[in-house]
């Protein structure tokens, strides 16, 4: 039998870049590395001068790693009792806010993404209406005061509880679920409540993942409504704490009744650095979490509107 010449296949279909592709991707690659330890730096500083000596921090410069290792700032940011005040309200008005935020902003979207629901185009228009047109600073603080939640910790949680952005996304999503999925759940009987907690919630793990993370965010860095809402520290959360740390010199602080030098190892300059870094922790500890979660969310609720 005469042999037949199988033409040698090859191993693999590369697709061939151009030199101009190469320069590109090396380019994107080394702007966004420099891009990311620009912004990565200031975080790094504050955390390498709160755990360095006094002459060090005295001398200033830059703090790529710590120059004389101590402990002995963040010994003395434990005990100020206004920055723990600060930080036990925060963590209650984060945890509070998030969970009923996500739960109201949910509730809120469902019924707006059905079209049966009457005036629900009217609802959603005075939604969006409000995310153009705000009422101002001195209208919201005076709504607050009349409601008599002025000098309370309501003040720092219902103001920023629901979202009209929020409302959108969830609303978005909500639209691009099946209707078939609910129409067979009426058929055996359930009712909206039923096909809303049984059904539609658990589809949507990762956009209220992604709206709990926004709810939780905006909660933690909020300093406004304390400024706004109360005239006294009483319900200062952490980050109005710091700001009022950050923007005084030593002998403020110290009037303040904030406890600059507990011990020859701390200044006002570590002080400061060690308060930045335990009020940006915990919130960078919540989300890699959520992070798988995140861009889904957000893809998933910017398909449909």
């Known amino acids: 039998m005469a042999k037949t010449n199988v033409a040698a296949v090859p191993a693999s279909n590369k697709i061939k870049t151009t030199v101009g592709e190469k320069i590109f991707t090396v380019f994107n690659y080394t702007f966004f590395t420099i891009l990311c330890l620009l912004m990565l730096y200031p975080f790094w500083h504050q955390l390498m001068v709160s755990l360095s000596d006094v002459a060090s921090t005295t001398a200033g410069g830059f703090f790529l790693y710590p120059q004389g290792f101590n402990l002995d700032t963040y010994e003395s940011v434990f005990k100020q009792q206004k920055l723990l005040n600060g ?22 979207a469902y019924p707006l993404s059905k079209s049966r629901l009457r005036g629900g185009k009217v609802c959603m228009l ?50 691009s679920i099946s209707p078939s999925m609910e129409e067979a759940a009426h058929i055996d009987g359930a009712n909206d409540l039923r096909i809303f907690f049984s059904i539609i919630l658990p589809l949507s793990k990762a956009t209220i993942a992604t709206i ?79 992070q798988k979660y995140f861009v889904k969310g957000v893809m998933i609720g910017g398909v449909k509107g």
């Open 87 to 108: 930080f036990l309200i925060t963590i209650f008005v984060t945890i509070f806010g998030t969970v009923v935020g996500t739960f109201l902003t949910a509730t809120t």
């Open 126 to 175: 005075l939604i969006l209406f409000t995310m153009i047109f705000n009422a101002g600073m001195i209208p919201n603080y005076l709504l607050v005061r009349n409601l008599g939640m002025y000098n309370t910790i309501w003040a720092l949680i219902l103001p920023l509880m629901v979202s009209a952005y929020n409302v959108i996304i969830m609303r978005s999503f909500f639209t």
């Open 212 to 290: 709990a993370l926004f709810n939780a965010v905006m909660y933690w860095n909020d300093y406004l409504s304390s400024v706004l809402y109360s005239n006294t520290d009483t319900f200062w959360s952490l980050q109005q704490v710091l700001r009022n740390m950050l923007t005084n010199t030593a002998q403020a602080m110290q009037q303040a009744g904030v406890q600059v030098v507990g011990t020859n190892n701390t200044t006002a300059t570590t002080i400061k650095a060690g308060s930045v870094i335990v009020a940006t922790v915990p919130i960078l500890i919540v989300y890699p979490f959520v």
